[in-house]
């Protein structure tokens, strides 16, 4: 029993090592590629990033993302009382865009509190 719980201590430190150099081989082959890849001078690493600040340059600015958003906000909402009116409520889909529909809704509203 002593000499298998010695064997597996030994079979887990063995495990350890392997683990251990395979580890430093991956750090190792990781620090060489970008060695290799990194520019070597500061005049170097200035022009690269110029170049990346230019690649960061936005297809669709930002201001007209937001009403982007806001229109299609609007048209799924338009869209989704729509249908809530006129397919779940078995009326007219249409009516759901005239000021009398929702006179009477409010008032149906107010009339119960």
């Known amino acids: 029993m002593i000499q298998k719980n010695t064997e597996a201590k030994n079979e887990r430190s063995s495990l350890r090592e392997a683990f251990k150099t395979s580890k430093n081989k991956l750090i190792r082959k990781y620090l060489k590629k970008?060695?290799?890849?990194?520019?070597?001078?500061?005049?170097?690493?200035?022009?690269?990033?110029v170049r990346s600040d230019k690649l960061q340059e936005r297809i669709v600015p930002i201001w007209l993302r937001l009403i982007i958003v806001v229109l299609l906000f609007a048209l799924c909402l338009a869209?989704?009382?729509?249908?809530?009116?006129?397919?779940?409520?078995?009326?007219?889909?249409?009516?759901?865009?005239?000021?009398?529909?929702?006179?009477?809704?409010?008032?149906?509203?107010?009339k119960d509190a």
């Open 34 to 49: 970008n060695e290799e890849s990194s520019p070597s001078s500061q005049e170097e690493r200035k022009q690269q990033r």
């Open 79 to 110: 869209g989704g009382l729509a249908v809530g009116y006129g397919v779940v409520g078995d009326g007219e889909m249409m009516d759901v865009f005239k000021k009398d529909t929702w006179q009477h809704i409010v008032d149906i509203v107010k």
